[in-house]
Every structure is written in C-alpha cells, then in structure tokens.
C-alpha cells in the first residue's frame, strides 16, 4: 500500500535501531519509522486516535509464569514486565481512531484475558489462527459478535513454511483476516 504510513513502537532502543536500518535499506525510510517509548508513558507526538490502524505483539508470557531467557532483551520481549496484557489493549484501543482496527497478535492460551479486554470496548471481533499462534483483530465502536475464521497454517510437518506463510513472510503477501 503505496500511501500508508507506518510508526513502530518500541521500548527497546536498539530494536528502534535495527527497524530504521532495515527500513533505510529497504528503501522505506520515508514512509517507516520507529521511536522509542513506553506505552505506559507514551510520548506526546503519540496522540490519541491517530491512527487507522494498531497491530500489537505484546509479550505473551504472565509475570511470574515464564522462564527469563538468557538474554535480558529476548525476556523482554515474550514476558509481561511493567506493561500487563490489559495496559497493551488501553494503549491500542486510545491511539486507534474511531471506527479503525485493531490487530493482536498473541498465544491461543491467553484468548480469554485478550477478549476479556477488549469486551464493551470494541466489537466485530474476528480470530484469524496463525498456528501455532493467533491473530486477533477488533474494531472500536462497533458491536458485531466474535467469529473464528480458517486462518493460516504456518509450517509443513518437517518444519519448512507452507507456500501460504512463505508467500505472507518473503512475498510481501497480505494476510487474509
């Protein structure tokens, strides 16, 4: 989509980093950026509504339910530290504009907590699987019920991507959700 804009999001500085290098190499640079923050305290030029749309990955694991992995950033990224599940859905839901789009990508085993979260704040709720994980998108300010769709099969039974999730993760191919 040659007129979207996109703005990453993240408390790492040095994945802000990366993400503005690969954007430059990529010849994105004028429509892709990061910055650096926290969604507890996010910066200002962060304003509520402003965007279209929101995709959110979130750490997946509790506080205090997961194993810290060797790396300090890679614990950072899959366990919930001073942002809990129900602070990513806040930050989401107030920075999407009426009527726009939600997309969280999470574990199937924390569904419940998810919609739990987003129960009377938005509505047509889909669940698109990407297995072994799924996908959830919402729209705020609409009230159409929860429906599963057929979703994607990430990899064949020795482990290669099937054709599908090659064409969405090398192709640039979107995702049905």
Known sequence: MPQCRVIGFELQRDLVRLAAENAALNGMSARVSAIVGDLLQPPPRLSPGMFDHVMVNPPFIEEGRGTPAASPAKTLATIEGGANLGDWVRFALATVRG?????????????????GHLAGRAGEITISPLWPAAAR?????VATPARLLPG???HEPDGRYTPAAEAVLRDGEGLEL
């Open 99 to 115: 009527k726009g789009t939600l997309s969280f990508f999470h574990r199937a085993d924390r569904i419940d907590g998810l919609l």
């Open 137 to 141: 998108r919402a729209r705020k300010q």
């Open 152 to 154: 994607l099969i990430l």
